[in-house]
Each structure stands twice: as C-alpha cells, then as structure tokens.
C-alpha cells in the first residue's frame, strides 16, 4: 500500500526509535524532564520566541493558545476553511466559550483589510476580538504557502487594535522551505504559533507552541487542565528533537513528489489538480468521471493506493517521509489502472 492519506500515517525512523530508547527522562509536571526541557529550548529558538511548551497534538495547542488568549463571550476572527473552525469538533465553542468570525481568502490569504473590518469596536451590543488566528500553510488550501507579506500587513492591523495574532503553523516548516525563509520570518507576525512534529517531520507524537515568557507560563496552566500534563514525557520529545533538528530539510523531497505526482495525474483523462501544488498536497476533482470522492477513493485503494475524500468531487493526496519518488510512480500508474476499470 503506497498511503497518500496524510503526512501524519509515517512512522518513527530507526534513530527515533533508538533515541526514545535512549531519552533521558523525568517528570515533567515537577519540571524534571531533561529531554522535553531540551526540544522546549530548542522550539523556542528555532522560531525566534522566548519560550515553547510540548503539547500532545496540533489540536491541543492550538485549543491552549485559544483558552490562554481569549476569555468566554469573546470572538476570535479566523479564516473560513481553517482548521481550527473546520476541523477542532467545535471545541473553541466547547472549550474556551468564544464565537468565531470567519474570513474568506485567497489561498489561506486573508484580505488585511477584511480581518480590520472585522475587528470589533466599543459597543455594548458587541463581542470583544479576542484573537485573529492565521493557518500556514493552509490546509483546505492545498498546502498553500500564506506569505510572510500578508502575514505581516494583518499583524500590524491586530498590533494596532492592540489584539493578538496566533499562527496554526501545523505545517509551518513547509510553508518556509516552499518560500525559502528562516521560519522566524513567519513566526516574527504572530505573538503565538503552534506547530506539529508530527506532521511532515515524522515524529509518531506531538506539537509546540511557542510565544512570550509570561504566555507559555499560563498555556501550562491549560495544558494541565486539559490533562495534557505528562510524566516521563522524554520518550516522546526524544524523537520530536530529531524531528526538528534533522527532518526539516527533507520536506522538498515531499514538496518535489507532490509536484510529481501533479503532473502525472494532470495527464490523466477525466482528473484535475485543483490546487497550486506548493508543497505536500495534492487536492484532485473527480467529477468529469462522474464519480463522488468516496467512490474514488474505494476504487483507488483497490488498486493500492490510499487516499482521503476531501469534498463531495476533491480527493486529497499527501505526500510524506515514508513514500519515495518511485513509489509516485507506482502511485500515478494505480490511479490510471482505477480509472480503466471504470
Ligand atoms: C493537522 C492540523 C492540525 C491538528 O493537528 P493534530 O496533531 O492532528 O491535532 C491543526 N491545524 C492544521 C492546519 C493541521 O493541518
């Protein structure tokens, strides 16, 4: 099976394996875990912030970030299709008690004028903005790259009305090698980001975020409430320090792949590549076919490959660390042979 669900079905590498092995470790929730401490230190730098906070998925950091910035009846401005609207079971609304104001955008780009529109003014009719969330790259986008440019012209829209930035960086590290920028010059435009190692970087657990001192300090508050305090925790970062320190680079392979992949199916009749491949996905319309993205992906799994409906017509594809250039190949001839059998 050459699996093109997600970035997130790769498994530990051997010498993740043997530093979980390895890690040194202790208890976390007393502070006396050196290998956590270390990924932590590590985070913090590599994105230009002051300190970070392991925490147990990209969702949990990102629900933390939320429940540090935001207080309940407060509204946070996000953008339409974003995960943390899209894709968290509501529990901004469960959780931290906050409404949402969704932004459409171009490719995960907010319009810098539409999010200060959206900024709430004095009325006792109204919600406070507690937060304006940007996700890059963009998932419902494809994997789109948001630009440090559009990033910067909402900051210095939020900086003005004196409101928060938080970035789902959940794939950050591509969106910078897809730019060719230091991740500090994204992470510069928000005051908090949250990103996942275990995503394109391969780690088996985990996320980051990051921000100010006195920020980490109350989002271990919530991290604790949530029950994401964790003892031996050393095991886990171990390969998460791997992970960010040597997998980083490795992300134009994926990025290389998906455009491999791009162009094979672009020459198959009856398929179009929907999305401008910039980094790892690959969204496809199935519709000319006349079948749903269920019926495709069934009929492509039969043919050894696996993929995920992303719509009613949108099948997505992701390439990953545990799927190489020839298995691309291999991959474009199933999809041709699923759709002959048709
Ligand atoms: C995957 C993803 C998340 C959530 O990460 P989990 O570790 O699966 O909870 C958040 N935001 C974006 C943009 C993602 O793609």
Request: charged residues 30%; proline residues 4%; negative net charge.
């Given at each position: 099976m050459i699996d093109l669900r997600s970035d997130t079905v790769t498994k530990p590498t051997e010498e993740m394996r043997k530093a979980m092995y390895l890690a040194e470790v202790g208890d976390d929730v007393y502070g006396e875990d050196p290998t956590v401490e270390k990924l932590e230190e590590t985070a913090a730098n590599v994105l230009g912030k002051e300190a970070a906070l392991f925490v147990t998925s990209g969702t949990q950091g990102n629900q933390i970030a939320v429940l540090t910035h935001c207080r309940p009846s407060q509204e946070i401005i996000l953008e339409a299709e974003s995960h943390i609207f899209y894709y968290e079971s509501g529990a901004v609304a469960a959780l931290a008690g906050v409404q949402t104001r969704t932004i459409p955008s171009i490719r995960g780009a907010m319009d810098p004028r539409k999010v200060h529109e959206a900024i709430r003014g004095i009325d006792i009719h109204y919600p406070e903005t507690g937060l304006i969330c940007i996700e890059n790259t963009h998932n419902r986008a494809g994997g789109a790259v948001v630009p440090v440019e559009n990033m910067k012209e909402i900051y210095q829209v939020a900086k003005k009305h004196q409101v928060p930035v938080h970035m789902d960086g959940a794939r950050l590290f591509n969106a910078a090698v897809a730019a060719d920028v230091d991740v500090k010059e994204f992470a510069q435009y928000s005051d908090t980001v949250q990103f996942c190692l275990?995503?394109?970087?391969?780690?088996?657990i985990g996320s980051i975020i990051a921000g100010g001192k006195d920020f980490i300090q109350r989002a271990k508050v919530w991290r604790k409430r949530l029950g994401g305090g964790l003892r031996q925790v050393g095991v886990i970062a171990a390969p998460g320090l791997i992970a960010l320190t040597n997998?980083?680079?490795?992300l134009a392979e994926d990025h290389e792949n998906a455009r491999l992949l791009a162009d094979g199916i672009r020459n198959?009749?009856?398929?179009?590549?929907?999305?401008?491949?910039?980094?790892?996905i690959v969204v496809v319309d199935v519709k000319e076919l006349g079948v749903t993205a269920d019926e495709f992906v069934v009929a492509l799994k039969a043919e050894g490959v696996l993929s995920g409906s992303a719509g009613l017509s949108t099948v997505r594809l992701v390439t990953n660390l545990n799927v190489s250039a020839n298995d691309i190949k291999l991959a474009i001839d199933a999809i041709s042979r699923a759709i002959n059998k048709k």
């Open positions: 275990s995503k394109g970087l391969g780690a088996p997998m980083k680079d490795r198959i009749d009856g398929l179009a590549v929907v999305n401008e491949v910039e980094t790892n």
